[in-house]
């Protein structure tokens, strides 16, 4: 009975290093193919930087429509963030708050779009913005709409979690020694709930910067390309080593912006006398606590 | 209504207002579509927006193109990609995730960060990663020749699709498995086995009924998004042979003229979901009910 199940648990490593090798060294061997000195994304030819920037016309630091993919992707991200947070913090806030049934019926409406697959938001927007919100065309404008649209949950939950966490206890406090409710919320709660936005804009970044579904349902051709969406209109062709060195920036782009969260909420927490520290950073970033 | 019922309420108006706009009024202009009707000359959807004069033709006819026409096979197909690609998830995500909550030690650290990378690398990354191995002279194609298998993985292959969904998929699962084995109370399972429980039996009574919610959460999380996917499809195989639900959507609200087809897809789709998700929240507040018992 023992030497069954110390099998079973001697068997577990053997799964989890395989798991370990079978999905990341695909994604790996894309990165070293970026390197490679020939055309081919497949044969190598040896090892050069001409798709990064050596090749004047082709590299992704010269081909004007690989340049002008990165700034559409990177403008979309860090103004769908700047938009959601502070939408999202105040949902989170006023939604905790609320009573009876206009309280279930915000919540209701926050986290359906959780489980709604893209593929349906995208085509509902697109929809709504060729047929009903006309004025709205679409590009970057019905981009930042739907991905704001589709992020604001992801920060409502990140910052109810915390509100959760923290409780009533230090606004009453603040209640009891004469501060109004307004005073309570701006000098108590929110500079409590910085670890909550840190989180949102790190994760509303890294989502938004990734998205594929509702940023290409809504795009207007070859002007609002993405990243992603010229990943995904080249993957098929011919296209060069220049295509992985893209798609190698788009992740870099996105565990930098990961681990300056991880590691500016550990500090936070540090800081702050919080316990959990690097892992519940982790954890904060990847949703692990719901 | 009290001062700080107006506040909390002042707080949150902005945010819902923006989903009522953008989330809930999306979805009543896809039904508009859906039941509208078709301009004859354009043939391009003229959406009806007043409920009562909502037409039901062309939403009878793509149903029965799902129950007896070429739309059945779309939909048999999706079921059946999804559900393999679920079990083969499972497979390899509960193993990884058990080890990762129970055994890892002192390894963990690193393991959690090995396992939790792929989450965060973009999913059309790790899709070109496999278009470059799997194309006639990438890498994985050239090593399988080696033992004389030679097949175009790249040409309409339901088995290059179905392991696309789970190596796209997988990561999405294990983390939240992780999370609900990490958080279980793994003594009762250790009182189970010196109350005389084989570790099958403590699994079986004592394991499962505890992980049952949140496993089934996790389910739920990539059975979702794999019904509605159409990416991984289109970059692995981009062949009629293994056309999913959320290719046809995409064709036609994105590649046609016929958007009220599309329109109507989409209802059908998230009938579909909201009837695999009342399921789940049904079985999930039994199971509530039972740890009350």
């Keep these: 009975m023992t030497s069954v199940s110390t099998r079973r648990v001697k068997a577990l490593p053997v799964i989890i290093w395989g798991y370990i090798i079978w999905s990341l060294v695909p994604v790996v061997i894309a990165v070293i193919y970026s390197f490679n000195d020939g055309r081919s994304r497949t044969v190598w030819k040896g090892f050069s930087f001409r798709w990064w920037f050596g090749d004047k016309y082709a590299s992704v630091f010269h081909d004007p429509s690989m340049r002008h993919a990165i700034v559409n992707s990177l403008v979309l991200a860090v103004t769908t963030m700047l938009i959601v947070t502070p939408l999202g913090l105040a949902l989170a806030i006023g939604s905790h708050r609320m009573k009876g049934k206009s309280a279930a019926a915000v919540q209701g409406m926050t986290s359906v779009p959780l489980i709604t697959p893209e593929i349906v938001v995208g085509a509902a927007l697109l929809l709504t913005f060729t047929r009903l919100f006309s004025g709205i065309p679409l590009g970057y404008p019905a981009q930042l709409l739907g991905n704001v649209t589709f992020s604001v949950s992801a920060v409502v939950v990140i910052v109810r979690a915390r509100l959760v966490s923290i409780g009533s206890s230090f606004e009453e406090a603040a209640r009891d020694l004469g501060a109004t409710r307004f005073q309570a919320l701006r000098f108590v709660l929110m500079p409590m709930l910085w670890p909550s936005i840190m989180a949102s804009f790190v994760v509303v970044f890294a989502t938004v910067i990734d998205d594929f579904v509702i940023t290409s349902f809504l795009s207007a051709g070859v002007d609002s390309e993405t990243v992603p969406l010229r990943i995904y209109s080249s993957v098929k062709g011919g296209a060069t080593p220049a295509l992985n060195a893209l798609a190698t920036l788009l992740v870099l782009t996105t565990f930098t912006a990961l681990t300056i969260g991880v590691f500016g909420l550990s500090f936070w927490r540090k800081r702050h006398g919080e316990t959990g520290g690097f892992k519940a950073a982790l954890a904060d970033l990847t949703r692990m606590g719901e | ?293």
Aim: hydrophobic letters at 55%; glycine letters at 6%.
């Design chain 2, 1 to 293: 209504m009290n001062k700080a019922a107006r506040l909390w309420a002042a707080l949150a108006a902005p945010g819902a207002f923006w989903l009522l706009f953008f989330f809930a009024v999306p979805f009543y202009a896809v039904a508009c579509v859906a039941f509208g009707s078709i301009d004859p000359i354009f043939r391009d959807a003229i959406p009806q927006w007043n409920p009562l004069h909502w037409s039901f033709s062309e939403f009878g006819a793509v149903f029965s193109s799902v129950t007896s026409g070429p739309l059945r096979g779309v939909f048999a197909r999706t079921i059946v990609y999804v559900v393999s690609a679920m079990i083969m998830s499972f497979a390899i995500g509960f193993p990884v995730a058990y080890y990762l909550a129970r055994h890892a030690g002192k390894r963990r650290m690193l393991l959690l960060l090995l396992i939790i990378a792929p989450f965060w690398v973009n999913y059309l990354m790790r899709m070109l990663a496999w278009v470059n191995l799997l194309s006639p002279s990438g890498l994985f194609s050239r090593f399988v020749g080696m033992f004389g298998i030679h097949y175009n993985w790249l040409d309409g292959s339901p088995i290059t699709v179905i392991l696309g969904l789970v190596y796209g998929y997988v990561p999405f699962l294990i983390l939240p498995l992780y999370a609900t084995l990490e958080r279980l109370d793994w003594r009762l399972v250790e009182a189970a086995r010196d109350l005389g429980a084989t570790s099958r039996q403590a699994f079986r009574v004592v394991t499962v009924p505890m992980a049952k919610a949140g496993v089934a959460a996790a389910a739920v999380l990539i059975a979702l998004p794999m019904f509605g996917d159409y990416y991984t499809n289109d970059l692995l195989s981009r062949s009629p042979k293994t056309e999913m639900l959320g290719n046809q959507i995409d064709y036609y609200i994105n590649n046609s003229s016929q958007p009220q087809r599309g329109a109507i897809l989409v209802i059908m789709l998230s009938t579909l979901l909201l009837i695999a998700l009342s399921w789940y929240l049904r079985s999930t507040s039994k199971i509530g009910k039972e740890r009350v018992r």
